[in-house]
Structure formats: C-alpha cells, structure tokens
C-alpha cells in the first residue's frame, strides 16, 4: 500500500501564498489534491498525469499550480492569491487516472490544514 505524506499548510492572511507537498512512498501514476472544509463534500482541486497534464477546478485555475517530481515521489501544489474560502483540510491522493472522483483515487494521505484569514 502506497503511503502518501502532506506537509505545507498552515494559516496565512488573504492573499498570501502556501506551498504544499505530498510524499509518495513508492511510484505512482496521477496524483491530486482534493479538500474539504467543514460542513461541505469533498473536492477535487487539481490532479496531475504521470506525463506532466495538469487539471484544475475553475475555482482555483490561475491561482493554484499543481506540479510533480517523479524523480522524488513528490507532489506539489503553489497556492497563490489565497482567499478565506480556500479554508480546508487539503489531501493528497494517488490513482491510476485523473477524475474529480475521489472514488477513483486508492490511496490518500492523512491531510494538512491550509486556514486563510480576512
């Protein structure tokens, strides 16, 4: 079973930046984080192919960068221009495909919480 480790979050002021990282335990294929804030479902925010492809949410596209170091295991996602909204647990996943299905991923990492004041 992979193992998948987030690191990164943490509380910013609106606006501010955060970068979190995700690593895996071994080699996988797509690679994505989802997030939930309390009270709402669970939402895919970007995910990335073994090959580089990214996919954004439109509430996040010009703002979050999703990227991958195949080399290191390692996923990452820049968050720029952050806004109070943008408060949640925020998880790594891992799967064969990139979805907006959590269902599709098997493996998840434990989260980091990303809380962004006004």
């Known amino acids: 079973q992979v193992q998948l480790v987030e690191s990164g979050g943490g509380s910013v002021q609106a606006g501010g930046s955060l970068r979190l990282s995700c690593v895996a335990s071994?080699?996988?294929?797509?690679m994505a984080w989802f997030r939930q804030a309390p009270g709402k479902d669970r939402e895919g925010v970007a995910c990335i192919e073994l090959n580089g492809v990214p996919m954004y949410a439109d509430s996040v596209k010009g703002r979050f960068t999703i990227s991958r170091d195949n080399a290191k295991k390692t996923l990452y996602l820049q968050i720029d221009s952050l806004k109070p909204e943008d408060t949640a647990m925020y998880f790594c996943?891992?799967?064969?495909?990139?979805?907006?299905?959590?269902?599709?991923?098997?493996?998840w990492g434990q989260g980091t919480q990303v809380t962004v004041s006004s």
């Open positions: 071994t080699y996988v294929y797509s």
């Open positions: 996943a891992a799967g064969p495909r990139c979805t907006w299905y959590s269902s599709s991923f098997g493996a």
